[in-house]
């Protein structure tokens, strides 16, 4: 646990806001590229925040 705090705060993320249609549609191709999201927390139907590395490990 401590570990994956730590490699985080080393690689550091980023907070991405995104809005617009077919939100789901969105995190599954982000899904399929590879790219690793957390923390998703859908506000409305067209509005969610999540958490994005910004390198690959």
Known sequence: MI???LLRY???YV???FE??????F???CIAKGIFLWNVKIE????AHANVRNRRL
């Open 3 to 5: 570990f994956k705090i």
């Open 10 to 12: 080393i690689l550091g």
């Open 15 to 17: 907070n991405i806001s």
């Open 20 to 25: 617009g249609y077919y939100i789901e549609r």
């Open 27 to 29: 995190i599954n191709v």
């Open 44 to 47: 409305r139907s067209s509005l």
